[in-house]
């Protein structure tokens, strides 16, 4: 889990500023959320911080 993004704080990558089509996420000791960031008070999806990390990881989203 990302060390540079303070706990409980949603973000979205720099690299979305342009778009609308993106997601939020928020770090928190024992999950990670994420949601749509049009719909900020919608539905939020939560994570194990381990299960992110091998997301992350895999590279699945770079293709």
Known sequence: MSKETPKGTW??????ESSNACVEVRFDDS????????????????FPPQSWDAFIDS???AH
């Open 31 to 46: 999950a990670v959320g994420v949601r749509d960031s049009k719909y900020p008070d919608g539905p939020e999806l939560s």
């Open 11 to 16: 973000f979205k990558s720099s690299f979305s």
């Open 59 to 61: 590279e699945i989203w």
